[in-house]
């Protein structure tokens, strides 16, 4: 079956610790997201990728990195600078951005502070 | 800049009754509007769109809903509510034209009661 896997789905951060999020799809998308979703606030963008070794800063970058080495991969690094990095992130992909196409999304990983 | 709303946090109906999640969008062109539902610690699935056409949409799980261009409006509805349906849904918008970001309201609960 096609879709999004997100590993692992808890998290725990020391303080100074940077983590790395996994999201790997098989479904041959060239468009890749990372959202971070808190209570009431919905999903708001933290980086995007249109295609392989390129990616954008999304509404809320900072104290975050990625990096797009291969079409099928899209990690996630939580940095030290991050101050508040706990809240639930999830991985998307759709065909390409812009498209009538929707996202599909992962299972989602929730970090939480040691 | 494009913004969606969806202007309940929670709305509550009695299983068997019709329901209805209000959703309206703000976009510079021609709009591409998404219906999702998440369960608790999972991803987004994706429920229904509107691209063009008839302004009726229909959807998995027996939703649809109505497109209105002149109160720039998606309403999601279901005829008969299912306790099942209890979940959180996500209204989103993009439109036409280049690569896009799309919009994600902050959410709406629904609260089905048996």
């Known amino acids: 079956d096609g879709g999004i896997t997100q590993s692992p789905k808890y998290l725990f951060r020391k303080e100074g610790q940077n983590v790395t999020l996994s999201c790997e799809q098989n479904l041959n998308h060239d468009a890749m997201y990372w959202y971070r979703q808190d209570p009431g606030q919905g999903l708001r963008l933290i980086y995007y990728s249109q295609i392989v070794n390129d990616f954008q800063k999304g509404d809320i970058a900072e104290g975050y990195s990625v990096s797009r080495e291969k079409k099928e991969s899209f990690p996630l690094t939580v940095t030290s600078a991050q101050k508040n990095p706990t809240a639930f992130y999830l991985c998307a992909s759709s065909e390409r951005q812009g498209t009538n196409q929707p996202q599909h999304f992962g299972d989602g990983t929730r970090l939480s502070i040691l | 800049a494009q913004s969606v709303a969806q202007p309940e946090d929670q709305v509550n109906v009695a299983e068997g009754n019709p329901l209805t999640v209000k959703c309206t969008y703000s976009v510079s062109g021609n709009p591409y509007l998404f219906w999702y539902v998440q369960y608790p610690n999972r991803g987004l699935q994706f429920l229904l769109k509107?691209?063009?056409?008839?302004?009726l949409v229909k959807g998995s799980y027996g939703f649809e809903a109505e497109f209105n261009k002149s109160q720039t409006s998606f309403h999601l509805k279901k005829p008969s509510a299912l306790v099942s349906d209890s979940a959180l849904y996500f209204c989103a918008a993009t439109y036409s034209g280049g690569y896009q970001k799309v919009t994600f309201g902050t959410g709406t609960k629904l609260q089905v009661i048996p």
């Open positions: 509107y691209i063009t056409g008839d302004n």
